[in-house]
Protein backbone atom coordinates (compact mmCIF):
# COMPACT_ATOMS: atom_id res chain seq x y z
CA UNK A 1 0.00 0.00 0.00
CA UNK A 2 1.53 3.19 -1.31
CA UNK A 3 1.45 6.10 1.84
CA UNK A 4 0.05 9.61 1.21
CA UNK A 5 2.54 12.69 0.66
CA UNK A 6 0.35 15.88 2.60
CA UNK A 7 1.74 19.86 2.08
CA UNK A 8 1.20 22.81 4.47
CA UNK A 9 1.78 25.78 2.68
CA UNK A 10 1.40 29.74 3.26
CA UNK A 11 3.53 32.77 4.43
CA UNK A 12 5.88 32.32 7.31
CA UNK A 13 4.19 32.15 10.67
CA UNK A 14 0.74 31.02 9.10
CA UNK A 15 1.15 27.74 11.83
CA UNK A 16 2.10 25.56 9.34
CA UNK A 17 5.00 24.21 11.14
CA UNK A 18 2.29 23.55 14.54
CA UNK A 19 -0.50 22.20 12.38
CA UNK A 20 2.08 19.33 10.62
CA UNK A 21 2.91 18.34 14.27
CA UNK A 22 -0.30 18.03 15.01
CA UNK A 23 -1.49 16.02 12.14
CA UNK A 24 1.56 14.09 12.24
CA UNK A 25 0.65 13.30 16.28
CA UNK A 26 -3.28 12.53 14.87
CA UNK A 27 -2.04 10.21 12.21
CA UNK A 28 0.43 8.39 14.48
CA UNK A 29 -2.32 7.97 17.37
CA UNK A 30 -4.42 5.99 14.43
CA UNK A 31 -1.87 3.57 13.94
CA UNK A 32 0.13 5.35 10.98
CA UNK A 33 3.61 5.46 10.25
CA UNK A 34 3.97 9.35 9.64
CA UNK A 35 7.55 10.90 8.82
CA UNK A 36 7.43 14.82 9.84
CA UNK A 37 9.50 17.02 6.68
CA UNK A 38 10.01 20.91 6.80
CA UNK A 39 11.82 22.84 3.73
CA UNK A 40 13.99 23.96 3.55
CA UNK A 41 16.18 21.62 5.17
CA UNK A 42 19.00 23.61 6.71
CA UNK A 43 21.45 20.66 7.56
CA UNK A 44 22.24 19.61 3.74
CA UNK A 45 24.88 21.91 2.24
CA UNK A 46 22.35 23.40 -0.58
CA UNK A 47 20.05 24.30 2.47
CA UNK A 48 23.15 25.85 4.90
CA UNK A 49 23.56 27.96 1.33
CA UNK A 50 19.61 28.89 1.51
CA UNK A 51 20.00 30.32 5.33
CA UNK A 52 23.13 32.13 4.29
CA UNK A 53 21.31 34.09 1.58
CA UNK A 54 18.40 34.54 3.58
CA UNK A 55 20.21 36.05 6.36
CA UNK A 56 22.03 38.29 4.01
CA UNK A 57 25.11 36.65 3.99
CA UNK A 58 24.83 36.03 -0.06
CA UNK A 59 23.05 37.62 -2.89
CA UNK A 60 21.64 35.72 -5.31
CA UNK A 61 19.06 36.24 -8.00
CA UNK A 62 15.50 35.09 -8.02
CA UNK A 63 16.28 32.50 -10.62
CA UNK A 64 19.32 31.01 -8.37
CA UNK A 65 17.17 31.01 -5.28
CA UNK A 66 14.67 28.89 -6.79
CA UNK A 67 17.19 26.36 -7.92
CA UNK A 68 18.49 26.32 -4.77
CA UNK A 69 15.04 25.47 -3.41
CA UNK A 70 14.34 23.20 -5.81
CA UNK A 71 17.84 21.25 -5.13
CA UNK A 72 17.24 21.32 -1.72
CA UNK A 73 13.87 19.23 -1.92
CA UNK A 74 15.67 16.92 -4.91
CA UNK A 75 17.65 15.96 -2.05
CA UNK A 76 15.19 14.37 -0.43
CA UNK A 77 13.52 12.87 -3.56
CA UNK A 78 14.68 9.47 -2.45
CA UNK A 79 13.93 9.57 0.87
CA UNK A 80 10.53 11.02 0.66
CA UNK A 81 10.07 8.21 -1.85
CA UNK A 82 10.97 5.81 0.13
CA UNK A 83 8.75 6.22 3.13
CA UNK A 84 5.59 6.22 0.14
CA UNK A 85 6.32 3.14 -0.87
CA UNK A 86 6.51 1.75 2.68
CA UNK A 87 3.30 3.10 3.07
CA UNK A 88 4.16 5.47 5.39
CA UNK A 89 2.14 9.06 5.60
CA UNK A 90 5.10 12.15 4.77
CA UNK A 91 3.68 15.47 6.23
CA UNK A 92 5.38 18.19 4.87
CA UNK A 93 6.13 21.89 6.00
CA UNK A 94 6.47 23.65 3.16
CA UNK A 95 6.52 21.81 -0.62
CA UNK A 96 6.55 22.59 -4.44
CA UNK A 97 4.53 25.14 -4.62
CA UNK A 98 6.32 27.40 -2.00
CA UNK A 99 8.62 28.00 -5.17
CA UNK A 100 5.76 28.85 -7.20
CA UNK A 101 4.40 31.52 -5.09
CA UNK A 102 7.82 33.10 -4.31
CA UNK A 103 9.01 32.56 -7.65
CA UNK A 104 5.72 34.07 -9.46
CA UNK A 105 6.84 36.64 -6.41
CA UNK A 106 9.86 37.97 -8.19
CA UNK A 107 8.23 37.62 -11.58
CA UNK A 108 10.07 34.50 -12.43
CA UNK A 109 7.84 31.93 -15.03
CA UNK A 110 5.08 29.46 -13.49
CA UNK A 111 5.50 27.06 -15.77
CA UNK A 112 9.22 26.63 -15.23
CA UNK A 113 9.18 26.90 -11.61
CA UNK A 114 6.43 23.85 -12.10
CA UNK A 115 7.96 22.02 -14.77
CA UNK A 116 11.62 21.29 -12.77
CA UNK A 117 10.20 19.79 -9.98
CA UNK A 118 7.98 17.26 -11.98
CA UNK A 119 9.69 14.43 -10.69
CA UNK A 120 9.46 15.26 -7.22
CA UNK A 121 6.69 13.01 -5.51
CA UNK A 122 3.61 14.50 -5.52
CA UNK A 123 1.00 15.50 -2.64
CA UNK A 124 -2.17 13.39 -1.98
CA UNK A 125 -3.71 16.91 -0.46
CA UNK A 126 -2.19 20.30 -0.11
CA UNK A 127 -3.29 22.55 2.61
CA UNK A 128 -2.94 26.33 2.35
CA UNK A 129 -2.84 27.95 5.84
CA UNK A 130 -3.79 31.94 5.09
CA UNK A 131 -3.07 35.18 6.99
CA UNK A 132 -2.44 38.39 6.54
CA UNK A 133 0.95 39.56 6.00
CA UNK A 134 0.32 41.97 8.94
CA UNK A 135 -0.44 38.76 10.65
CA UNK A 136 3.05 37.57 10.52
CA UNK A 137 4.48 40.95 11.55
CA UNK A 138 2.22 40.37 14.26
CA UNK A 139 3.78 36.61 15.37
CA UNK A 140 7.07 37.68 14.50
CA UNK A 141 8.50 41.10 15.32
CA UNK A 142 11.91 39.91 15.36
CA UNK A 143 14.64 38.17 13.66
CA UNK A 144 12.42 37.92 10.49
CA UNK A 145 14.66 37.11 7.29
CA UNK A 146 14.71 39.45 3.83
CA UNK A 147 11.31 37.59 2.61
CA UNK A 148 10.15 38.06 5.64
CA UNK A 149 10.79 42.05 6.05
CA UNK A 150 9.04 42.55 2.65
CA UNK A 151 5.77 43.34 3.11
CA UNK A 152 4.62 43.38 -0.71
CA UNK A 153 6.42 40.76 -1.89
CA UNK A 154 4.18 39.01 0.95
CA UNK A 155 1.22 39.94 -0.44
CA UNK A 156 2.20 39.10 -4.01
CA UNK A 157 2.97 35.71 -2.23
CA UNK A 158 -0.18 34.93 -0.79
CA UNK A 159 -1.87 36.93 -4.05
CA UNK A 160 -0.51 33.33 -5.77
CA UNK A 161 -0.73 31.14 -3.41
CA UNK A 162 -4.47 31.87 -3.64
CA UNK A 163 -4.28 31.39 -7.54
CA UNK A 164 -3.16 28.26 -7.26
CA UNK A 165 -4.87 26.69 -4.56
CA UNK A 166 -8.30 27.58 -6.34
CA UNK A 167 -6.85 26.11 -9.64
CA UNK A 168 -5.04 22.88 -8.23
CA UNK A 169 -8.01 22.38 -5.41
CA UNK A 170 -6.33 22.33 -2.50
CA UNK A 171 -7.63 22.76 1.33
CA UNK A 172 -7.88 26.25 1.92
CA UNK A 173 -7.92 27.25 5.36
CA UNK A 174 -8.27 30.27 7.77
CA UNK A 175 -5.14 30.61 9.30
CA UNK A 176 -5.74 33.35 11.89
CA UNK A 177 -8.13 31.22 14.22
CA UNK A 178 -7.00 28.98 17.09
CA UNK A 179 -5.24 26.54 16.77
CA UNK A 180 -7.39 23.75 17.93
CA UNK A 181 -10.16 24.92 15.19
CA UNK A 182 -7.66 25.12 12.50
CA UNK A 183 -6.38 21.23 13.36
CA UNK A 184 -9.60 19.85 13.61
CA UNK A 185 -10.40 21.13 10.15
CA UNK A 186 -7.25 20.07 9.20
CA UNK A 187 -7.63 16.71 9.99
CA UNK A 188 -11.48 16.09 9.07
CA UNK A 189 -10.10 17.92 5.44
CA UNK A 190 -7.01 15.21 5.32
CA UNK A 191 -9.45 12.75 6.79
CA UNK A 192 -12.29 13.45 4.23
CA UNK A 193 -9.67 13.46 0.86
CA UNK A 194 -8.30 10.59 1.31
CA UNK A 195 -11.06 8.28 2.79
CA UNK A 196 -9.47 7.88 6.05
CA UNK A 197 -11.79 5.77 8.73
Known sequence: MSGHLIAFEGLDQSGKQT???RLRDRLTTLGHRVALVSFPDYTTHIGSEIGRALAGEREYPPEVMQLLYVANRYEWKARIQQMLDSGSF???DRYLASSIAYGE??????AWLTDMQRFLPRPSVTIMLDIAPATAVARKSADRDRYERDLALQERVRASYHRIAERDGWLLLDGERSKDDIAADVFSGVASRLALP
Open 19 to 21: QAE
Open 105 to 110: AFGLDA
Open 90 to 92: VVS
